[in-house]
T-cell receptor
Framework: DAGITQSPRHKVTETGTPVTLRCHQT?????MYWYRQDPGHGLRLIHY???????DKGEVSDGYSVSRSKTEDFLLTLESATSSQTSVYFC??????????FGPGTRLTVL | RKEVEQDPGPFNVPEGATVAFNCTYS??????FFWYRQDCRKEPKLLMS???SGNEDGRFTAQLNRASQYISLLIRDSKLSDSATYLC????????????FGKGTMLLVSP
């Protein structure tokens, strides 16, 4: 399995609080991604990174920001969590044109 | 607009059966194609890439029809452990490795 970890694995928080999810890889892959998965929607891309300090928006980026200060770490921040952001969040990594490999996911509940 | 369409199922089959899933995609310029498998409450895992000439990996065969814009996955001699959701995945972007996921087809294999 690809060396990808996510932390925390589970989190319960309250509306309006900031939340940061971390993705860490040991594969030295250039590309990193954040997805959310919800029933009826499948996996949707939030943000992705194509290098250190290089990021771009995905399909559902509103309410989320990201940062990548090192090759191995990609952070996803919910500045002010809302109930609509309750979801399962997956991080993924890849090289160009290659398959993506996923982390174990973070289950976030916003009350 | 939905770029990748799959029958959600579930497909209920007995052990030993052969089952096939199809997936259609909307962007004729799509570059690469994959099947992922996702177990309940787990991350998606790459099952196989789909090549223009078709490819086989043990009991699994994937085929691509660019003219009709569909991808298929055939599973022979189904095992109980094949029970999962199968995600059809398409890379629409010729630059970065950004994937579009279908919502998945659920397979249930019974004894």
């Amino acid at each position: 399995d690809a060396g990808i970890t996510q932390s925390p694995r589970h989190k319960v928080t309250e509306t309006g609080t900031p939340v940061t999810l971390r993705c860490h890889q040991t594969e030295n892959h250039r590309y990193m991604y954040w997805y959310r998965q919800d029933p009826g929607h499948g996996l949707r891309l939030i943000h992705y990174s194509y290098g250190v300090k290089d990021t771009d928006k995905g399909e559902v980026s509103d309410g989320y920001s990201v940062s990548r200060s090192k090759t191995e770490d990609f952070l996803l921040t919910l500045e002010s969590a809302t109930s609509s952001q309750t979801s399962v969040y997956f991080c993924a990594i890849s090289e160009v044109y290659n398959e993506q490999f996923f982390g174990p996911g973070t289950r976030l509940t916003v009350l | 607009r939905k770029e990748v369409e799959q029958d959600p199922g579930p497909f209920n089959v007995p052990e030993g059966a052969t089952v096939a899933f199809n997936c259609t995609y909307s962007n004729s310029a799509s570059q690469s194609f994959f099947w992922y498998r996702q177990d309940c409450r787990k991350e998606p895992k790459l099952l196989m890439s789909v090549y223009s000439s078709g490819n086989e990996d043990g009991r699994f065969t994937a085929q691509l029809n660019r003219a009709s814009q569909y991808i298929s996955l055939l599973i022979r001699d189904s095992k109980l452990s094949d029970s999962a959701t199968y995600l059809c995945v398409v890379n629409h972007n010729s630059g970065y490795s950004t994937l579009t996921f279908g919502k998945g087809t659920m397979l249930l294999v019974s004894p």
